[in-house]
């Protein structure tokens, strides 16, 4: 059966194929030379094989972001599976039991695209296009718990993301409104804002975004926002993405204020963080879903001019800081509550509809509703917020339309004389600039900040034209005016934020169907948990969508919209620790495989993703589903890969066999025109990917997987290049004739603990190559200083004397380095293991029945890194002049270590004849200081 088309591949946990070392088929000899595709198809189905085995160790849980099937693997694939393979096969030998799954990200938009261009469902492609990708997973030799996999278009994992929804429903989280949208008119569908690009463009399709109104369904990820935010001081990610979610979410500390319109009989909240400019207010903006456009004294003609101002407004207005637009005046005054002034209400083109929604910016109530009193602690502690999510009740939230409703919607306070964007706002418009703050007055500098210079938008300053407040610095005039507009009910402290609810509604047929039916009687109703899953069908009949009313019974139709897919890849993780369940998303043993401890994937996903996977996680925890908030503990962002690139002088990408490159010029054969070389990111329209089953082909799955490591550090941009890989190659040539040497000696039957002072220094360099390995892979992930580490080790060994070849420290030093380096390269070591896996004596942890992925890590003896002998530093008159080796014994007795540096040739050559006055012997450094005689 395929993931997509029945409830799901459900592998039993297994013994491990390499648990115990393969002696019933014991190699021939080694070859003398390595043989990548003979030594990796012998090894595949062995390395690849690691199914959990419950064994009560520490857990590590290592995942690597799933791929949408597109069909094939791109480099992208193999650099970020080779890192979170390499930290799984670590921590497995470091001795946890490691969680390393893998899944499909299987529904969305190309999968169908690519159905309907070929006339066959899109179960059929994205099931095709799986089995080839996990083929060359396999080849890849990533191990996978494959008992594990999973796909989002398999029933039995989409049952569950429509039971999450279900209970976002029950408590208020999920809800349908009508809503200016992001309409892709190529792929005819609704796009999130996060989805639209700094033009205003689709990131998929890349066409013109148009705005539209549609009746859509959101997540209330706002009132996640502060509890999102505060979350991320206890991460481990890099200060990149920390930062980009910081912004996005965007908490701003203020007060909200609320406005009376007179004449519409109703108030308009807005938000501010300078309350102390509130006097100096001489306008009030509203977005194009304000209430006050539907009073009957707002002409045709003014809804009409708002919607062609709307719709022209970029979709992603509100996170990228939108300028001051074109507005409408409309037919209300509103009142300041501090000065009782009435100033102008606009529409703003810039005030972005929704921004804020769940938070603070504004809201229009009638002027008797009692919602007022609940609007004004909108956001509210952490403690409290949680609070407020668990005591809602388990029943759809109160309509969201209605003459009774407290819908929040955007405002804003247009204070010209101290905001640049309404001082450009007020000059359009002819309206007043009042100014209520001075600058201060830096008397020290001959040209201090000017006060009649506006808009003066600095912090600091005093307040003036502001009534009783004038005078006050303005910190102390924002604490006295907020607390004067709580004593009058009419503002209160508040948190507001730039994030938006998330819109899931997604016009196209492959994705998870969202479980609601509308009745004309009872409205949107949820589908009854018991009925779950709502199964997509091949297709989206009338047939399909006309079914009962689970409440009234009467006829009703199914929603036909589907989910977005980042709703699918929001709690996969959690899925992982139970993917064949079928009575619960994970049990609570289960779930104590949470956190991720590291999570690898593109800096893309910074923002999308896992802000989605967040708010979810915090859910789940909320509903006691799992028991912690922040569904990953660290996060390792790898950079993109990129490929040389040739473009010809009109700009078209030509492929590299249209290029002739000599004496370092490159030109166009057809043409003799020169071409510019550059690196890129990988794609099929620049002519510049690579194809990694090629590369496995021709140099092997771990040359492959170390060049990835090895050519950048991870979070870099990685430039593919040929060359580097042939390196690779040759490296590993190198290692495999260590071993093949080593294999042909006798067994060694001494042990390290025997070992002579002679062969101390070896010692040294594989212990010091144990301790740098171990903390580049677990501590730094500088995988690439890490190999660098086991190159110097492989060519310490290669350099070594034929005498110290059988000795005990030799073998220590091949089988570290093959232990070391089995993460990285697993099919290379495990052959090369097996070969000399009986040479002789080891320590207490190795094991040599069993393969070198099952081995112990190696482990530092601090002992072997004392060498025998130490470095004097040398400094004569005050100078530095070198340095002398000495027994280390010699540091105990000052007069001794005196001697030995002074009778050295060093010193004999620096100090020769000359008088000396004194010498100064330190033991720590240790240093021997000549002091000369005058």
């Known amino acids: ?86 930290m799984a096969r670590l921590y497995r030998m470091r001795g946890h039991e490691v969680i390393h799954p893998i899944g499909w990200d299987a529904f969305g938009l190309p999968a169908e695209n690519a159905a309907i261009e070929r006339g066959i469902p899109a179960a059929t492609w994205t099931n095709k296009n799986i089995e080839i990708m996990r083929g060359q997973l396999r080849a890849l030799g990533i191990s996978f718990d494959w008992g594990r996999e999973l796909a989002t278009c398999a029933p039995l994992y989409y049952r569950w993301t429509q039971w999450i929804f279900l209970q976002l ?38 066409a013109k975004v148009e705005r539209r109104m549609l009746r859509q369904w959101f997540l209330r990820i706002t009132d996640y926002a502060p509890r999102l935010f505060e979350g991320l001081d206890r991460v481990q990610w890099p200060s990149t993405v920390v930062d980009l979610q910081r912004n996005w979410i965007g908490l701003s500390r203020g007060v909200q204020i609320t406005f009376e ?110 919602g007022l009193s609940r609007l004004s602690t909108v956001v509210m502690d952490t403690a409290s917020l949680h609070a ?28 010209p004389a101290h905001d640049t964007r309404d001082h450009a706002f007020a000059q359009a418009h002819a309206l007043p600039v009042k100014q209520v703050v001075k600058a201060p007055v830096v008397c020290s500098l001959p040209s201090g900040p ?90 989206m009949t009338e047939e399909w969508a006309a079914c ?6 009467g006829a009703a139709r199914r929603e036909t919209d589907t989910m977005d897919t980042f709703v699918d890849s929001s709690w996969y993780y959690l899925r992982y620790l139970d993917p064949a369940n079928q009575s619960a998303l994970c049990r609570p043993e289960n779930a104590k495989g949470m956190p991720v401890d590291l999570y690898v994937g593109g800096i893309e996903h910074a923002v999308l993703h896992l802000l989605y996977a967040r708010f979810v996680s915090y859910f789940l925890r909320d509903i006691g589903v799992h028991a912690v908030e922040e569904p990953f503990a660290q996060l390792l962002t790898q950079g993109m890969v990129q490929g040389r690139t040739f473009q010809n002088p009109s700009g078209r990408y030509l492929r590299p066999d249209e290029v002739d490159e000599r004496d370092g010029k490159a030109v166009e054969i057809a043409t003799g025109d020169p071409v510019t070389v550059s690196q890129a990111k990988m794609s099929k329209s620049k002519h510049n990917g690579v194809d990694p089953m090629t590369i496995i082909a021709t140099h092997g799955a771990d040359a492959a997987r170390i060049f990835m490591l090895f050519k950048a ?97 030799y073998l220590e030093g091949i089988r570290a380095l093959l232990c070391l380096l089995a993460p990285v390269a697993p099919h290379i070591t495990a052959e090369l293991w097996e070969a000399i896996a009986e040479s002789g004596a080891g320590s207490a942890a190795y094991q040599p029945k069993l393969s070198v992925h099952h081995q112990q890590w190696p482990q530092v003896d601090p002992a072997a890194l004392v060498s025998p002998e130490v470095q004097v530093k040398l400094q004569v008159a005050g100078k530095f002049r070198g340095v002398v080796a000495v027994d280390r014994a010699l540091l105990a007795d000052a007069a001794a270590l005196e001697r030995a540096v002074m009778a050295s040739e060093l010193a004999q050559r620096w100090v020769g004849g000359a008088r000396i006055a004194k010498v100064l012997t330190k033991a720590q450094g240790p240093v021997v200081s000549v002091v000369l005689a005058k």
């Not at 938000?271 to 006050?292: K, M, N, W």
């Not at 808009?455 to 004067?484: C, H, M, N, R, V």
């Open 450 to 539: 000017n006060d009649d210079a506006l808009p003066y938008i600095g912090k600091e300053g005093t307040l003036t034209d502001s009534a009783q407040f004038s005078g006050l610095p303005t910190a102390e005039g924002a604490q006295a005016i907020t607390a004067a507009l709580q004593a009058a009910g009419c503002g209160a402290p508040a948190v507001h934020t730039k994030l938006r609810d998330w819109l899931i509604s997604r016009q196209r047929h492959w994705g998870t169907p969202i479980p609601m039916v509308h009745c004309g009687a009872c409205g949107a109703v949820p589908v009854p948990e018991a009925e779950l899953p709502v199964i997509l069908p091949e297709k």
């Open 713 to 809: 550090p991870p979070d870099f941009v990685l430039e593919w290049d040929t060359k580097a890989i042939q390196g690779v190659g040759r490296w590993l040539q190198r290692v495999w004739a260590l071993v093949v040497d080593t294999a042909a000696r006798p067994a060694c039957a001494a042990t390290v603990q025997e070992c002579p002072t002679d062969q101390q220094e070896l010692r040294i360099a594989v212990h010091t190559a144990i301790d740098n390995v171990t903390h580049s892979f677990s501590k730094t992930h500088s995988f690439n200083n890490g190999i660098g580490e086991l190159m110097k080790l492989s060519n310490t060994l290669r350099d070594a004397d034929d005498a110290v070849r059988t000795s005990p420290a």
């Open 1 to 86: 059966p395929t993931l997509c088309s029945c409830s799901m591949l459900a592998h039993g946990a297994r013994q491990p194929a390499w648990a115990a070392l393969a002696h019933a088929r014991r190699p021939l000899a080694l070859a003398a030379a390595y043989q990548p595709a003979a030594v990796e198809g012998r090894w595949r189905d062995t390395v690849i094989d690691c199914a959990s085995m419950n064994t009560g160790k520490p857990k590590y849980y290592a995942l690597a972001m799933f791929p949408y099937p597109s069909g094939n693997l791109h480099m992208g694939h193999v650099r970020v599976y080779t890192i979170s393979d390499t």
């Open 261 to 370: 319109v007179p004449a519409a009989g109703t108030r308009v909240v807005a938000f501010t963080t300078r309350p102390d400019t509130l006097c100096g207010v001489t306008f009030l903006a509203v977005d194009a879903q304000s209430p006050l456009l539907a009073h009957p004294s707002v002409t045709d003609d003014i809804r009409a001019q708002v919607a062609a101002m709307a719709s022209a407004q970029p979709a992603d207005a509100a996170h990228g800081g939108a300028q001051s637009g074109p507005g409408v005046r409309l037919p209300f005054d509103a009142v300041n509550p501090l000065s009782g002034e009435r100033v102008p209400v606009f529409y703003g083109a810039h005030v972005v509809s929704g921004y804020g929604t769940g938070a603070v910016m504004g809201a229009c109530i009638p002027m008797q509703c009692p």
């Open 548 to 553: 009962t009313c689970p409440k009234c019974g």
């Open 169 to 206: 429903h029950q408590r208020g989280l999920a809800y349908q409104r009508e809503a200016a949208v992001n309409w892709d008119p190529v792929d005819k569908t609704v796009l999130a804002d996060e989805q639209v690009d700094g033009d205003g463009r689709s990131w998929r399709s890349g």
């Open 388 to 415: 407020r999510v668990m005591s809602r009740p388990v029943s759809p939230r109160r309509s969201h339309h209605g003459p009774s409703t407290c819908r929040l919607y955007s405002s804003c306070l247009g204070v």
